[in-house]
């Protein structure tokens, strides 16, 4: 069982931003705790929904043991029975009256009602002038009959209802199956089963595709990320400087690629995706993959708040750590900007990574480009690729090798420096 750290959750606005992990549904803790660990079921306690008194709600995340679809022994369809029971409920009603008792309350309801509709038409059959004349048969057997139909009726709706919701939480089981969310696995009796990935810098990454796929976010997308990452593993910066954090993809992409001892620095001026990616560091931190880590993937990375042109200066000056690499993807006509800003904390042969230097080459980044392609202090080029989430449009990143300063420059005009630099 994983608890979360509740406190840095309420810090984050969880509640708020109620942006949840994985499905799940919110059960009283008290009630449900045993049945749950009973049928295998983890919890991840995201954040306190309230606390009134005795009854403390807790936002749960289910990372369950989920039956396969193609097992048909009696424990396991009644495992199946169990787990969606306790899933279900969704309102006062049905979480005080669960299924099997409503199920069979109808099918009693229906089972009496039938009976008595029999008996008033075997009377009826028996002495039709008596039963007509007193007037009670025809009444007995039309109310009987509407209660025959009323509780048939709920009894098959209340199946139905639960088959739909079966099949629907097969159809989310396939998804993120599909999607890598879920792993499939045989348990130790032979069966076929399914659980929920746990939560760490991968399921943080993927769900930020998967986010930015759909709506087509700015954040630099699989594949220049993988050309990011393989810089940082190439170069293993013991310092990365980003500009403009957004989510924290990129961020977390050069994370997980950093050397031991390794920290992202990641300025973002907009303070709702300053939360938003504290919050998503944070998370990429949980799971058992993070514990066995020196430093957790999320907790590499630090964002900053603050325009960088400003923020950056203020957060290095007086330090002694120099930056080996920094990843330019704020604003492109402020590019030139950060670079400049930069500069007097940059290590020679420090990279510096420009996204979008296919897009904008001839809009708001061309001063940028024109600077680090003419300047003597300075080897670039650019690596040509598709846009993030496109594959028709052309983009690329700009990758600069700082040579110094003006010993760098020297240097670079005499060649040899060069291929030092870059080693
Ligand atoms: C393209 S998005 C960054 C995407 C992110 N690097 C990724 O790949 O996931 C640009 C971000 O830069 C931020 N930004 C723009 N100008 C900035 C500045 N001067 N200082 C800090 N952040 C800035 C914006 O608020 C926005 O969140």
Redesign the pocket.
Known sequence: MCFFDTKAARAFSLQRLNMRCVEGHRHHWSNRLAAFKEHNVRFHVIAPKQRTGAARRLRLTVAASLPPDDRSDAEASKRRAMEDELRDPKNFLEFFLPRPLRLAFFGASAASCLIATLLTAVRLVQSPALELAEGTAPRDLIVNLIGLATFASLYVYDQQQAQARIERRREIREAQIAFGDREVFVNDKGEKMSRLKEVNDDWILRRLERWGRRDGM???GPAKGAILQQLVADKRPLLVV??????G??ALLMAQALPPGGRVVS????LT?LLVAKRFMWQASQGEKNAGLDTRVGDRVQVEWG???EALPRALRGGSDRIDLLFL???PR?YLAYLKAAEPYMAPGALVVADNAGVFAQGGLRPYLEYVRGSPAYRSELVACKLEWREDVEDGIEVSTYLGGPAGAKEAEGGSAREAAVA
Do not use: L, Q
Not at 267 to 270: I, M, N, V
């Open positions: 700015p954040f630099i980003e500009v403009g954090t957004m989510a993809y990129s300025f973002e001026k907009d995706w325009d960088a042109r993807d704020g604003t402020e």
